[in-house]
């Protein structure tokens, strides 16, 4: 069982950083896989990037560009994303989304868990 709470949403203008943060409530943190995906009004929910329980693994939809860097810290319960060089285009709700451990390179279907979301505004 896990508790997902989003912060660090807001606005910012295009060229802007955010970071964004996700804090789980469980006592066995290190045994999910968390990720991050965003929704744009009259779009489907879509991935953004994703970590492994253990920290290590990372991907990334192509569309962050580089932009995007997704940090993990199992001490603190804790997934950030450090998004930079923000554009119009990256206007979303940004949704922290975790599964129980899988193989590395497992397709992330929808999470077992979703947590309520934080806003993100672009503007140019």
């Known amino acids: 069982q896990i508790q997902l709470v989003e912060s660090g949403g807001g606005l910012v203008q295009t060229g802007g950083s955010l970071r964004l943060s996700c804090v789980a409530k469980t006592i066995t943190f290190e045994t999910f896989d968390v990720a991050w995906f965003r929704q744009a009004p009259g779009k489907e929910r879509e991935f953004v990037s994703s970590?492994?329980?253990?920290?290590?693994?990372?991907d990334y939809a192509d569309y962050t560009k580089d932009r995007f860097t997704i940090f993990r810290d199992n001490a603190k319960n804790t997934v950030s994303l450090q998004m930079n060089s923000l554009e119009s285009e990256d206007t979303a709700i940004y949704y922290c989304?975790?599964?129980?451990?899988?193989?590395?390179?497992?397709?992330?279907?929808?999470?077992?868990?979703w947590g309520q979301g934080t806003q993100v505004t672009v503007s140019s």
């Open positions: 970590v492994t329980g253990n920290g290590i693994e990372t």
């Open positions: 989304g975790a599964r129980y451990s899988a193989p590395y390179g497992t397709t992330w279907g929808s999470p077992d868990y």
